[in-house]
C-alpha cells in the first residue's frame, strides 16, 4: 500500500477517534442495601436483575466506619475514612463544653472531604458533573449542577426545574420534613431532569428510602422489601431518561449501595454507664449503630474505663488505637474527630444515645442498624455495572467502596493518582 495511502487512513483514524463522543458514567446510590439481599430470587427488583444479567455484579466491601457518609466519600475519593476525613454522617466537631463533640453535616465539602474526588478530576478535566442528594457535598466548586439534600426554590438547578414546571414550589416546601418516599421521587424527577435538560458526564445519585426503613423495621422485612421494590422502579427511570436522551450508547451506569444492615433486638446506652460510674462528666460515647466512639477527657482514665465498657451487656470488643490502623481508623493524634477507644457491639445488639433508663434494654421491635466492623459480611454492599463500557459477565469477585472512584476515573478518561482502590475489570 502507498505510503500516502497509509497517511491518509492513519488521519482518517484519528480524526474518527477524535470525534467519538465521550463516555458518561451516571452512579446510582441505593443507601442501605445489603449484598445478602440480592441472593433472595424473589426480590422484586426486575430492573436490578436485568442490569446484572446484562454486566457484572459484585459483593462490595465497605470500610469503617460503615456509615453512609465515610463510605460514600470512600467511593468518590477512593481513600479510606482515615485519610478523606469522614468518620461520622458530617465533620466531627469539638465543642469545648459538653458534650465535646458534636457531628456538622453542613461543612462546605473543601473544608470537610481532606483529598481530591473523582468528581474534582473530571470537573478540572473540562467535563461536567452533577449530584442529586450526594453527601459531603456542600457548596462543591467542581459540581456542574446540584440538586442538594436540602433543595430550596432559590438555588439554581431548583429554579431552572420550577420554571420548566417539572416541581412545583409546594414540592419543595416543608422539604425537610417530609417523607422519605416523597424525597426520593423528587430526587428521582431531579435526577431525569439533568439527564434530559444537561446530560452530565459524570451523575451522582443517592436515595435513602431503604436505609430509612431498614432502621424502623430491621432488614429482611416486607417493609424493607417494599422499599428495594420501590428504589427498582426509581432506577428503571433514570435508565428510562438516559435512553430517552439518546445516551443509552455511552452511558455506564454503576449502581452501588453504602453498607448492609444488621437486625437488632437490644440496645446498648454507654453513656449511662459512664454516668452510674461518676465519669458522666469526664467521658463520652458518641453511637454510630454497630459501634460507638468513646472521648476520654484525661488518658489516665483510659484503662478504667475501657474495663468499666468491657463489661457493659452488649459490648463485644473495646478496641485501643493500636488497633485503628488495620481497621482503616485514624488516631486521635492523627485526626482529632475520632475518639481515643472504640467499642463494637455484640449480634443482636446496637449502641444508642439515650441517656435515661437501664444501660442495656430490650426494644419493642427488631430495629435495624449498620456501622458494625466492616469484616461482617452482613455490612457488605452492593455493586452492580451494565451500560456502554461492560460486557455481561455476571458475578465477580468481591470489590470494595474504594474501589469505586478508580473505576469512575478510567470509564471517564481522568487521573486520580490519591486513589488507593484499582479500577474494577467491566470487560
Known sequence: MPKHTLSLLLVAALAASAEAPRGKVVVISLDGFPAYALEDPKLPVPTLRRLMSQGVYA????????????????????????EHGLLANGTITRTGGWPPIKVEPFVEKT??????????AVYQAGLTTAQVDWVAIEKAPTITWAFREWPAADGPLEKEMLEKGVISAADLEGFTRANIVFRDQIWTRAGEFLILNHQPDLLLFHLLTLDSEHHSYGPNT???????????SCVEKIVKAVEKAGLAERTTFLIVSDHGFKGYKS?????IALQQAGL????????????AYVYVSDDA???????????????DRVIGTEEYAALGLPTPAQDAQFGQLLLAAKEG???????GGPVTAAVPQTGGSHGYLGSDPEMNSIFIAAGAAVKARGRIGTVSSIDIAPTIAELLGVRLPTAKGQAIRLQ
Do not use: C
Open 59 to 82: 459483593s462490595k466491601i465497605s470500610v469503617n466506619p460503615t456509615v453512609t457518609w465515610p463510605n460514600h466519600t470512600s467511593m468518590v475519593t477512593g481513600v479510606g475514612a482515615d
Open 111 to 120: 473544608k470537610m472531604v481532606h483529598v481530591p474526588t473523582v468528581y474534582d
Open 222 to 232: 416486607l417493609a424493607g422489601r417494599t422499599a428495594m421494590a420501590f428504589l427498582d
Open 267 to 271: 440496645q446498648v446506652r454507654a453513656n
Open 280 to 291: 458522666g462528666e469526664k467521658v463520652y460515647v458518641l453511637p454510630e449503630g454497630g459501634t
Open 301 to 315: 482514665l483510659i484503662p478504667q474505663v475501657r474495663a468499666l465498657l468491657g463489661r457493659v451487656e452488649g459490648v
Open 349 to 355: 445488639y446496637s449502641f444508642s444515645g439515650a441517656t
